[in-house]
Antibody, heavy 127, light 106 residues
């Protein structure tokens, strides 16, 4: 079964740090881009960051640049999000998601679609 | 920054057709995806590349994308389709989500 399982969420004080993990199973983890998406309480979805297959390319939403760092360990089929300088507006459920390429005929393109999601892990930042 | 706009809510009677729109500048020139999210659950991809359905997604879900609008259509809507629906597209290398539409089946 293809699966993503997040962990590492919790309650942290403003300005603090937290490291989220996402364990993948049931698929060739090292063949896929991976993404973090967050959802504030009662709010919509917000893309946070993604990373390419070997970890050499990373992109972030402007609001987390310089504070969050995405990484991966393909040997352990794991994705990480190191968060520092946490703010109240970082409070959210954080989901990891697999990114599959768009394909047309025999050609495939990235960026693609978020086809597998984890169950999410809650991060609460207290003031 | 690129923005995708969805109606906050849509209501439909069981068995009828629900239509949810997603508007963005020249959205038809990009691929659009749709996600379904039920309370307390993770989002589920239901449409990708404008109109394709992942394995296991019922045929009553269909999508289109042209001009400035992507559309999710649910034919023969069932009570279990009541959920939040989000569209998504890419702006350069940044994923953008619409604000979400709450579909009520009553």
């Amino acid at each position: 079964e293809v699966q993503l399982v997040e962990s590492g969420g919790g309650l942290v004080q403003r300005g603090g740090s937290l490291r989220l993990s996402c364990a993948g199973s049931g698929f060739a983890f090292n063949s896929y881009y991976m993404t973090w998406v967050r959802q504030a309480p009662g709010g919509g979805l917000e893309w946070v960051a993604n990373i390419n297959q070997d970890g050499s390319e990373k992109l972030y939403v402007d609001s987390v640049k310089g504070r969050f760092s995405i990484s991966r360990d393909n040997a352990k089929n794991s994705l990480f999000l190191q968060m520092s300088g946490l703010r109240a507006d970082d409070t959210a459920v954080y989901f990891c998601a697999r990114e599959s390429p768009y394909c047309s005929g025999d050609k495939c393109y990235l960026p693609g679609s978020f086809d597998i999601w984890g169950q999410g892990t809650m991060v609460a930042v207290s003031s | 920054s690129y923005t995708l706009t969805q109606p906050p809510s849509v209501s439909v009677s069981p068995g009828q057709t629900a239509t949810i729109t997603c508007s963005g500048d020249e959205l038809g020139d990009r691929y659009a995806c749709w996600f379904q999210q039920k309370p307390g659950q993770s989002p589920v991809l239901i449409i990708y590349q404008d109109y394709k359905r992942p394995s296991g997604i019922p045929e009553r879900f269909s999508g289109s994308n042209s001009g400035n609008t992507a559309t999710l259509t649910i034919s023969g809507t069932q009570p279990l389709d009541e959920a939040d629906y989000y569209c998504q597209a890419w702006d350069s290398s940044t994923a953008v989500f619409g604000g979400g539409t709450k579909l009520t089946v009553l």
